[in-house]
Nanobody, 127 residues
Framework: QVQPVESGGGVVQVGGSLRLSCAAS????????MGWFRQAPGKERSFVAA????????AYPDSVKGRFTISRDNAKNTLYLQMNGLKPEDTAVYYC????????????????????WGQGTQVTVSS
């Protein structure tokens, strides 16, 4: 089973960019649909981005659409989240999630759809 490990968080100014990475300890990484979620202090966890196991389909909520890009490199067993135009409301702990999948184009937007999650990486956007 894949075990995600996030990295790349940090402190960035408003309007800046960060790229998060999620390394998966499984040679069957390409069998997993992947997603990103976040949780800010005092707020509920929310969906950020999802990608199908082959990478042909992606999904985003309106709050990040056009600013964030999810991608994956199955040869490197790594998932990415490129975040541009960061805002203070993007401040949160970001989690990578994995779900074993058998299709090629499905994306999953609910935390409960996934079976493995990383420990999270903090992103702080300062104004």
């Amino acid at each position: 089973q894949v075990q995600p490990v996030e990295s790349g968080g940090g402190v960035v100014q408003v309007g800046g960019s960060l790229r998060l990475s999620c390394a998966a300890s499984s040679y069957t990484f390409s069998s997993y649909a992947m997603g990103w979620f976040r949780q800010a202090p005092g707020k509920e966890r929310s969906f950020v981005a999802a990608i199908s196991r082959i990478g042909g389909s992606t999904a985003y909520p309106d709050s990040v659409k056009g600013r964030f890009t999810i991608s994956r490199d199955n040869a490197k067993n790594t998932l990415y989240l490129q975040m541009n135009g960061l805002k203070p409301e993007d401040t949160a702990v970001y989690y990578c999630a994995a779900r074993r999948d058998y299709g090629t184009s499905r994306t999953y937007t609910s935390w409960d759809d996934y079976i493995a999650w990383g420990q999270g990486t903090q992103v702080t956007v300062s104004s």
